[in-house]
């Protein structure tokens, strides 16, 4: 009783205290400390709950604000999930001060080298950078996604195997109020295409990484429909959040988005009849090289289509493969076209992560410019995630990204024929679907220098190295029996 009575003194005291102290804050107009009690939660739980902790932060982040799209410091940061992605890496220094911070065969996976080797890289290329304080600033909001996404996920994902479709469900939820937000804005000014690139906001900061993302969440979310330990009122949940998804989806008018799903279903359709990792690979060869060949009647054929983007969903499909007079088809192409000289100049360290957009307009060609091109260093990034880690890093930052793209497609398919568990491979081909959205993608965007996006990338493949290794140690085991 008089432990009780003493807690119950502190509360008051401690409310007491806060109360004065907020009200001298308003005072003197500095209201942030009224997040002090959620900072002390926060902090609490990074010590008590870390897993609670990381599922907070996935839920927060389709529903966090950048600064700088709000016009707040001028700084690009992600208000509330940066400051913890921060804390988080702060936490994983302190662990590994003791030893190891986190699961150790998810560290020492060679996966997990592999970005520690990608993040060295951009170390080293951020010494040479032409903005050395740009590419810093990259490397450091990049290796705290690594470790807030990949590794801390990661490490409660093999120790918590629940956490797996708790992540997607963190995640889809409240993207799901995003996407009810974004539609009723649109419903406003009669779900016109012009309006569907910017009702987003301020969540997103336009409608190709709010499509994006939209078609990386589509397959997982699909995928827990077929989990059978989930009661009917969770599968009704479930389905209904997918509905909402598919509607945002639609009226995004994200054409790459569309793409990205349909060749995702037709890479599913051919895993269904039994096509193979290498088969495939080399039919992508052979089309390739087709291509590659072809590419002067290809071009031709396309410049045949003038359909430009349009409110009608059929035109603005349509429109997908107009190089000849959509403006936004063609600013891409002068994006690529100066990524490739921007590369040419500098093939080995590249530019420095993070400096495309100040340093591309001088490497604009006049035949390339468009009615959108701009001088400024605010017209955005390379338009791709394979292109510009060229232009900024070199060879290697591009092989880091095929490297990532090999890894999905190897766990993708070896994962269907080691997994015992049939929601375990399920799950595996949801979430290998919803990477490779992004990786097709990625061919015409690239977003992994914000939160929305490197949650769901990272975190899937955080996911499918968990179920990589319950694959090996199950195989272990069986290895284990035959021998004895």
């Not at 890496?89 to 590994?96: D, E, I, K, N």
């Not at 568990?421 to 977003?447: C, K, P, Q, S, W």
Request: charged share 15%; aromatic share 12%.
């Amino acid at each position: 009783m008089m432990a009780s009575h003493s807690m119950h003194k502190l509360a008051h005291w401690s409310i007491g205290l806060f109360a004065v102290a907020l009200s001298t804050a308003l005072y003197y107009e500095w209201p942030w400390l009224a997040l002090l009690p959620a900072v002390i939660g926060m902090i609490w739980l990074a010590f008590a709950r870390l897993d609670v902790l990381i599922l907070v932060l996935i839920a927060c982040v389709p529903l966090s604000l950048s600064l700088e799209d709000l016009e707040i410091g001028g700084i690009g940061l992600y208000l509330p999930t940066e400051p913890l992605l921060a804390g988080l890496l702060g936490l994983f220094a302190l662990r590994a001060l003791r030893g190891w911070p986190i699961e150790k065969r998810v560290l020492q996976h060679p996966f997990s080298r592999l970005v520690s080797i990608s993040l060295a890289w951009i170390l080293i290329t951020t010494i040479t950078s032409e903005f050395p304080i740009v590419s810093l600033k990259f490397l450091i909001a990049r290796t705290w996604f690594i470790v807030g996404f990949l590794w801390f996920l990661g490490h409660f994902f093999v120790h918590q195997p629940a956490h797996r479709h708790k992540f997607i469900m963190a995640y889809a939820f409240p993207l799901c109020v995003v996407v009810i937000y974004t539609v009723i804005r649109h419903a406003g000014f009669g779900f016109e295409k012009d309006a569907g690139h910017w009702v987003m906001k301020p969540f997103f900061k336009d409608h190709t990484s709010y499509g994006a993302v939209l078609a990386m969440i589509t397959p997982p979310l699909s995928s827990l429909l077929f989990f059978k330990r989930f009661s009917p009122f969770v599968k009704a949940l479930l389905a209904g959040a997918l509905c909402i998804i598919g509607v945002g989806l639609i009226l995004s008018y994200t054409r790459a988005a569309w793409v990205s799903l349909v060749a995702v279903g037709v890479l599913w359709g051919l895993m269904r009849v039994g096509f193979q990792l290498k088969t495939l690979l080399s039919i992508g060869l052979i089309v390739l090289a087709f291509g590659w060949f072809a590419r002067d009647a290809l071009v031709i054929q396309l410049e045949r289509n003038n359909q430009d983007s349009s409110d009608d969903l059929s035109e603005h499909v349509e429109s997908i493969s107009n190089v000849s007079s959509d403006a936004s088809n063609l600013e891409r192409l002068n994006r690529w076209n100066a990524a490739l000289a921007l590369f040419a100049e500098r093939p080995v360290v590249g530019w420095g992560a993070g400096t495309y957009q100040f340093v591309y307009a001088p490497f604009q060609q006049s035949k390339d410019r468009t009615i959108i091109s701009t001088n400024n260093a605010d017209g955005g990034n390379a338009h791709s995630e394979y292109l510009g880690p060229l232009a900024e890093q070199g060879v290697p930052g591009l092989i880091g990204v095929l490297c990532l793209l090999g890894f999905c497609l190897h766990w993708g398919f070896r994962l269907q024929r080691t997994l015992n568990d049939r929601e375990d491979r399920i799950l595996a081909m949801g979430v290998f679907l919803g990477l490779m959205t992004y990786f097709v993608h990625g061919v015409l965007n690239n977003y992994l220098d914000t939160d929305k996006a490197s949650a769901l990338f990272w975190g899937f493949f955080a996911l499918m190295l968990a179920l990589d290794l319950k694959a090996s140690l199950s195989k272990a085991e069986r290895t284990l029996v035959v021998t004895t």
